[in-house]
Every structure is written in C-alpha cells, then in structure tokens.
C-alpha cells in the first residue's frame, strides 16, 4: 500500500481493488450494459413526480450535456442501487467550459427527458442555471436534495480549470445554496481514452458516493466544502484514492486568427450558408431602416437616410474571426498531494473545494478523516 505524506492518515490510499471486490456478490456489482433510455418505464413511474417516494433526493447534473455518457452511466448506476429517487436537472448542450455563470434576461426552457428510469428535465441554460433552478422549488416539487452530483464529465477540472469548468460550479453552486456536493470528472486523452472508461469511472466512484449519502444522513459528511473528484485517464487500473490539494496547474488560452469565410468551432461555411448569412444581414438592415421611416413619418422637414447611408456602415466594419483553445502547460512542482499531480500518478484525486479562497485547515482535515474512514468501511 502506497503511504501519504504530511500526516495524512494511512487509510487514505485504500486500494481500490479491494473497495469493488467488497460490493460483488451484494447486489452492487456494475452492469455489462451501457446506458439505457428505454423499458424503464415503471422504474420512471415510481420515482416520477406526484408520487409517494420517501427515498431520499439526489440531483445530478453536469458540464457536457444530458445526452452524455458519464451523466447517462452514473445516473443509471444510481437507479439501479434502487436506495434513491434520482432526479436529473443538466444542460441541453455542452457547456463544459462555462464556469459560474448564468443566464439573465433570457426565457430558459426546461424539457423533459428520458434518462434510465430518473426524473429528468435538459435545460436550456449553464450548469449553474440547472442547478439553481432545481433547488428553487419552481421545477419540482421539492427543494431540498439530500446530495447534488455534477459529472461525470470528459476531462479533467485541476488546477486553474476550476475557474473555468462547468461541471464544478455546478457542484458549488449547490454549495452556495447549503447543499452537500459532489463534482466528478474523468481525465479524458484523445486517442487514449473511449466511452467504456466512463462505465469503469462509474464503478470506481459509486462506493464514495454510497459513502457521502450514508454519512449524509449520519451529520458525518464534511461541511461547508465541496469534494471535486478527479478520476484517471484508466480508471479500471488506478492506485486507489488520494487526498489532495488544488494546484496551481493551468492551460494557457491560446486565440487563434481563422479565415473570415470559417464560422468560428463549424469549419468553412458552404455557398448556401454564405449566402444565406448575407440575406439574412440585408433582411436585418431593411427592417432597420424600416423602423427608422415609420419612427420619423409623421415629423415634418425630416430627411430619412438609409440604414446603409447612416454614419456607420458596414462596408467600413472590420471583422475578424479568432477561435479559442486550451494549450497544455507543463508544470514542475513535484509535491505529489497536489490534485494534478496525483492524477498522473494514477490515483484518484479527492479535493475539498471551499467557498473561502482557502481551505481552512479544519476542513481539510475533516475530509481527511471522512475520506480515510468511508474508505475502511466500504473493504
């Protein structure tokens, strides 16, 4: 068993082997089946609104969008523990770099959805905008989940990309609002990784997850911090769990000059497009100048220009088109505890986020100690 550094309690790298060998046989084990959207709909009916369900509440949203499979995966996995009434509150589409915002002066709408046997809604919004709208009591019929998880996302939120992620303001935002939360992320490598490393990311962190609810319930749970869980690129062959520290790790933002016939992140726009966009400025800038003549029709000795005429046109507009990515910084401190680091290292990183700038050393070390013993209990 690998040993942790600075006093940390030796519990804490628990070899993960031995937490899932202790599940099988107990009606825990993890299905061979993907993600299923179908024939559950008696399991929908009974965990549907309207209904009797004393099970306690557990919100699940994230950063990808609900179509994704670590969402579809865990949301499964925790249905089929048959132990709670999952609810799913995520975004339409992909919104995994969208930080803490949200969405102001905008109608949101909010679908319904089919998603293994949960009550579901897609929302037309952030991350933030989910959650928030979940514990409003607007949507559903409560307010008050005894747990919110946001993940599993595809990529990992270390360092600085805390401050960008989606899937973690997510969780923080449920923090905000007085709620124990989780946010979960799988280190995901082009070229490396595929969808079936999100059935083992499942597998691998169900058992802290029964861990947190359980202890929930107990008043056991660490307060007023957040635990973001990093999983490693081979989830199915890490070195158990690990305690760490947020880093300083970072990606630089690098902007990249694109051809102003390429609509930025869609390739280059064919004839139609082109021309569509075209008409569609000629069909904006008519119905402007439109506007303009019926504002002045009933003033006298007024001279109506033209949209085109006006002082800014668009002939003398400069445009430029830049497209956005994360270029990977290479860093070199070696502390291991740092979550980055313990990642690479292929362990699973568990960080205490707070919403204090720092984490205050009581905390940690109540996450030490929960992490150290939720880990004991479940080998």
Not at 2 to 31: A, C, F, H, I
Not at 42 to 68: C, F, H, M, Q, Y
Not at 240 to 264: C, D, E, V, Y
Not at 366 to 372: D, G, P, Q
Request: aromatic share 6%; net charge negative.
């Amino acid at each position: 068993m690998t040993s942790v550094k600075k006093g940390l309690p030796p519990g804490l790298v628990s070899n993960l082997q031995e937490v899932l060998s202790s599940r099988k046989g107990g009606g825990g084990e993890q299905s061979n089946d993907g993600p299923s959207t179908s024939s559950t709909s008696a399991e929908n009916a009974a965990a549907g609104e309207g209904n009797d369900d004393t099970r306690p509440i557990v919100l699940v949203t994230n950063g990808d969008g609900i179509d994704s499979p670590g969402l579809l995966l865990l949301v499964e996995a925790l249905v089929r523990e048959g132990s709670y009434n999952v609810h799913v509150c995520a975004p339409q589409l992909d919104k995994s770099a969208s930080g803490h915002s949200v969405t102001l002066g905008e109608t949101i709408a909010a679908t319904s959805a089919q998603v293994s046997g949960a009550t579901a809604y897609e929302i037309s919004g952030t991350p933030v905008d989910c959650v928030s709208l979940a514990l409003s009591g607007a949507l559903f019929s409560w307010s008050k989940p005894v747990l919110v998880i946001s993940g599993i996302n595809k990529g990992s939120s270390c360092g600085h990309h805390l401050f960008y992620s989606g899937v973690v303001a997510g969780a923080r935002e449920a923090l905000i609002s007085g709620f124990p939360s989780l946010s979960i992320s799988l280190s995901w490598k082009k070229d490396e990784s595929q969808e079936s490393d999100f059935k083992d990311a499942v597998a691998v962190c169900l058992p802290l997850i029964n861990a947190a609810l359980r202890d929930i319930e107990k008043g056991d749970f660490p307060k007023r911090c957040s635990l973001n869980i990093q999983i490693p690129t081979s989830p199915s062959t890490n070195k158990g769990f690990k305690l760490t520290k947020q880093s300083m790790w970072r990606s630089t933002l690098n902007w990249n000059a694109i051809s102003a016939n390429r609509h930025p992140g869609a390739g280059y726009m064919s004839n139609q497009q082109s021309l569509g966009l075209q008409l569609a400025q000629l069909s904006r800038d008519a119905s402007a100048a439109g506007a303009a003549r019926r504002v002045t029709k009933q003033k006298t000795n007024v001279e109506i220009e033209s949209v085109g005429a006006s002082g800014k046109t668009e002939v003398n507009k400069l445009k430029k088109y830049f497209r956005l990515e994360f270029m990977e910084k290479e860093l070199e401190d070696t502390d291991e505890d740092l979550d980055f680091r313990a990642l690479e290292n292929g362990f699973i990183a568990v960080t205490p986020l707070s919403l204090s700038p720092h984490i205050e050393p009581e905390m940690q070390t109540a996450a030490s100690e929960w992490i150290s013993s939720a880990l004991q209990e479940s080998q």
